[in-house]
């Protein structure tokens, strides 16, 4: 499966590494290319394109920019070419003004980004998932507790089984918390994950769901 990912920032270059790792042949996306020349060169065979030159390419798509831009990013990675593919969207709607108290601001929590961007990009099937857990940790976590717990969700049941697929390689459970409503709550995990880092410094942890 080839893999187009959306972003030039840590997510992106942490999930786009694991991909390639993991021997998916994937293309990075940016407006700049020079901004991942450096990551592109130390990570060969990485692909570099535009957004729309990425999304064209991915059999999959994933979303890693920043959460007020993806609508944009989206915009310019092109409906058509995201149409019928599975877009992991590990954005988070995090708001300019600064955290506090160690809690991070969210542009709107009556309604999820992702249902937002589902609405309007209605032919690709997001599934969100890697929104609550730093990057350092996304791909193949060594953690003294074991296999943490991937919360995804999304309204496309053969997208999340895709996905949760990734998840088994890049070292994660996964659990289904159903459609993408569900993003009311998934996103919001960020807020949670990063108050420890805020206030202790502490950005190491990752959640697990016991049963
Ligand atoms: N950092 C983490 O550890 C972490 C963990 C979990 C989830 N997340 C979420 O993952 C996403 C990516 O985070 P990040 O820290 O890697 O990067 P980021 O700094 O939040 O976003 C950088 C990306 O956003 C794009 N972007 C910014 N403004 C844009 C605009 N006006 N139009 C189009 N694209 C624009 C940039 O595109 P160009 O490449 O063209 O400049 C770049 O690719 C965020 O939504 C974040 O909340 C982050």
Known sequence: MKIGVLGSGDVAKALAGG????????????????????????????????????????EMVVLAVKGTASADALRAA???????????DATNPIADAPPS????????LDESLMERLQREFADAKFVKAF?????????DPQLAGGK????????????KKKVGGILSQFGWETADISKAKS????EPLCMLWCIPGFLRNEWTHAFKLLK
């Open 19 to 58: 991909f390639i790792k993991h021997g998916y042949d994937t293309m990075v996306g940016t407006r700049d290319s020079a901004k991942l020349a450096k990551w592109a060169a130390q990570n060969r065979p990485a692909r570099v394109g535009s957004f729309s030159e990425t999304a064209a390419f991915g």
């Open 78 to 88: 092109g409906a058509a070419n995201l149409a019928g593919k599975p877009v992991i």
């Open 101 to 108: 108290n160690g809690v991070l601001n969210f542009t709107n």
């Open 131 to 139: 929104n609550s857990v730093g990057s350092g940790r996304m791909v």
């Open 148 to 159: 943490p717990t991937m919360f995804i969700c999304g309204n496309d049941e053969a997208a």
């Open 183 to 186: 993003a009311r709550a998934i």
